[in-house]
């Protein structure tokens, strides 16, 4: 459960996160939109013999797939999130962090007041926008090099695996941070 005060002052992160979420997952579309109309346009040449370097780009989107899977796990995982909770908050810096966004001078107090949890869980929301913008940049790079590799072969229907795996990827790592501070609570009571 996420108390008024903590959900008004982390709605501006909140907001950033599931905004940045839809523009790269409509770019995701967008590719995937771009590769039909070309290739509805007829096929073009394409590259003569592009064999190792497609390899390499598949290679390259997968690697870039399974690199975004681990570390979303890894930043996401129990322990990270119990080293996170235990880590000292600095009050000073999260009002700063938060009047960066527009909020009045009085944010200082107001975090003051906020029990022990609810700071921790305020900086988690920062750090959970690193996460979430680490992992879209990764889902991203995947679709591209799809995109590369179609365009390069001259078969753009080359970018349906990677553009579907990449969006599965995306939809999978939709921003939740009312999850994520249940399961920081859960976790900072044990």
């Known amino acids: 459960m996420i108390t008024p005060q903590l959900n008004h002052l982390i709605r501006p992160s909140v907001l950033v996160m599931r905004t940045v979420w839809a523009i790269i997952t409509g770019s995701v579309l967008f590719y995937l939109v771009l590769a039909y109309v070309l290739e509805a346009g007829g096929r073009s040449a394409g590259l003569p013999g592009i064999g190792v370097m497609e390899a390499v780009l598949y290679f390259?989107?997968?690697?870039?797939?399974?690199?975004?899977v681990l570390y979303h796990r890894?930043?996401?995982?129990?322990?990270?999130l119990?080293?996170?909770?235990?880590?000292?908050?600095?009050v000073a810096g999260l009002s700063g962090a938060v009047?960066?966004?527009?909020?009045?001078?009085?944010?200082?107090?107001?975090?003051k007041s906020m029990s022990d949890f609810d700071r921790r869980?305020?900086?988690?929301m920062?750090?959970?926008?690193?996460?979430?913008?680490?992992?879209?940049?990764?889902?991203?790079?995947?679709?591209?090099?799809?995109?590369?590799?179609?365009?390069?072969?001259?078969d753009f229907m080359k970018i349906i695996p990677s553009g579907a795996a990449s969006l599965v990827?995306?939809?999978?790592?939709f921003p939740r941070p009312e999850s994520l501070v249940k399961r920081a609570r859960n976790l900072y009571t044990a």
């Open 121 to 124: 869980a305020l900086s988690l």
């Open 82 to 90: 119990s080293m996170f909770l235990k880590r000292n908050v600095d």
């Open 99 to 111: 009047s960066a966004k527009g909020a009045e001078y009085g944010q200082l107090a107001q975090i």
């Open 126 to 154: 920062y750090e959970l926008q690193k996460i979430s913008l680490i992992n879209l940049i990764l889902n991203e790079m995947v679709i591209i090099l799809g995109f590369v590799i179609a365009f390069l072969s001259g």
């Open 74 to 80: 890894y930043s996401l995982s129990d322990a990270r």
């Open 60 to 68: 390259a989107a997968a690697a870039a797939a399974v690199a975004s």
């Open 169 to 173: 990827l995306c939809i999978w790592m």
